[in-house]
């Protein structure tokens, strides 16, 4: 039975499609629905994914800082890492709901579109800063970069998909385009591999300072051939002013 949900996990990967939705999400209703239905009691938890990269920042984290995560969700990043260290948590989201949620698990919450350059620059100063599956549903990650760069003391942690990822090859050999997207194919503005990502960190200045790290995938091999078997991209950039 496990071999066939992983051969069926293989074929709706290279094959298929999401639903495609129309409708703008509305960010205020699905926190209020989630909120009234009662659902926040599970919210905030990890699955793999998102553990494991986590994980890989955890240790470079210093104790006692102060720890912003852009487009947090339900803070499950933040309520992990203070789970290991000793930090202040600070969040942003776009939703007045979410904001409210965060608010009651006692993160210090702000609200941010990113896509408005001046409410980016308006943001607090952190000694961490991370913004995990955010970047590449922004036009400008380049300015992005560089602003969140005057605002964090130490480093900024970042997750992007690796589009070079060997599913996504195979898709591409059968005439179809990567699938990372949910309910519209809108949804992401920017891709990266693993050569990209590094020639990128690399003309923006910051190859001495940065780290990559390849995440998911296929075990092993992912280890050894990074940009085909890794699924994710996790990197750090250290601010050395």
């Not at 922004?138 to 760069?149: R, T, Y």
């Amino acid at each position: 039975m496990a071999l066939k949900k992983r051969l069926y996990k293989i074929y709706r990967d290279l094959f298929s499609y999401p639903e495609l939705q129309m409708e703008v999400i509305n960010y205020d209703e699905y926190w209020k629905k989630r909120w009234q239905d009662g659902t926040s009691e599970g919210l905030g938890k990890l699955n793999s994914f998102q553990r494991e990269r986590t994980d890989w920042i955890v240790p470079k984290i210093e104790e006692n800082s102060k720890v912003l995560d852009i487009g947090c969700g339900e803070g499950g990043t933040l309520l992990y890492i203070k789970k290991n260290k000793s930090i202040f948590p600070m969040a942003t989201e776009i939703s007045q709901y979410a904001l409210k949620y965060l608010k009651s698990i006692s993160i210090d919450a702000y609200k941010c579109d990113m896509l408005k350059i001046d409410e980016v620059k308006k943001l607090p100063r952190a000694d961490y800063i991370i913004m995990f599956e955010v970047l590449e549903h922004l036009p400008n990650a380049e300015e992005i970069i560089k602003i969140l760069e005057q605002k964090a003391n130490k480093s900024i942690f970042i997750s992007i998909p690796n589009t070079g990822y060997f599913i996504y090859r195979i898709r591409l050999l059968f005439g179809r385009f990567a699938l990372q997207w949910v309910t519209n194919p809108g949804e992401h503005l920017r891709f990266w591999t693993y050569k990209d990502l590094k020639w990128w960190l690399k003309s923006l200045g910051y190859s001495k300072r940065s780290n990559v790290h390849v995440y998911q995938g296929v075990p092993l091999f992912n280890k050894i051939f990074k940009g085909i078997f890794g699924k994710g991209l996790v990197f750090e950039i250290i601010n050395n002013k």
